[in-house]
């Protein structure tokens, strides 16, 4: 019986922690991680993402390229209703580090203007293209610019094991690169979240890992791990 009542009460907390999550309740005492995507929306790839996050109480983070969103709205609504982050990256995927300062805004401001159309929601975050950027793009960005500390290289290898391999290495506050446009990658990402559930970590939006660390992401700003 005292077995019994002690896996009983491990499914309680387990219950009790997937339904807190659910509600958008970051705990800060205890570790996370922030999964996040880049190039869609792709409704192959991010629905079976979302499906494996709905299961054990997650939240990713999808930065979105602004002239894909429009096809794909019914994909952007569900990632706004479950709670996860719609956030930027440009509007057609330029290198903003080979524009000038205008051409950069537009590429940020369009592709906000895009994701709010799809959603009703304007995103407070961007992500570079390749990451890469220069003084131009830091001073005209306008945003936040999220980084990240662990690459998967999902998009290189195509493999869904070395994709699960590498996001397993990653550390209270670290920010996880994928791209949701790859079927291995919804493959990796079967494995890696209840991986990642077992190891005691949350896994939350960039918005909730930062204000959990109690960083504030300044316009102009860029972020690797949030610690």
Known sequence: PEEKAAQDAAQ?????????????TVDPSRPMV?????????????????DCLAQ????????????????YKTEVRRMVA????????????????????????????????????????????????GGNHNATVMANAGMPMIQW??????????????????AMTAQDGDVILMHDIHGPTADAVDMIVPAL?????????????????GINLENGGAYGALR
Request: glycine share 10%.
């Open 149 to 166: 500390n662990v690459d998967t290289l999902d998009w290189k290898t195509r493999n869904a094991q070395s994709t699960y391999e590498a």
């Open 82 to 129: 479950e709670g996860h982050e719609v956030a930027n990256h440009t509007m057609n995927h330029k290198y903003l580090q080979k524009l000038g300062a205008a051409q950069i805004q537009a590429q940020v401001n369009q592709g906000n203007d895009a994701i709010q159309a799809a959603c009703g929601v304007r995103p407070t975050l961007l992500r570079l293209p």
């Open 197 to 213: 559930k077992a190891k005691g970590f949350q896994m939350v939006t960039v918005s909730e890992l930062a204000a959990a660390k």
């Open 12 to 24: 309680a907390a387990d219950a009790g922690q997937a339904a807190a999550q659910q509600a958008g």
């Open 34 to 50: 922030a999964l996040t995507f880049d190039d869609g929306p792709q409704p192959s790839v991010g629905n079976r993402i979302m």
């Open 56 to 71: 054990y109480g997650g939240k990713a983070t999808f930065f979105m390229v602004g002239d894909r969103v429009g096809s």
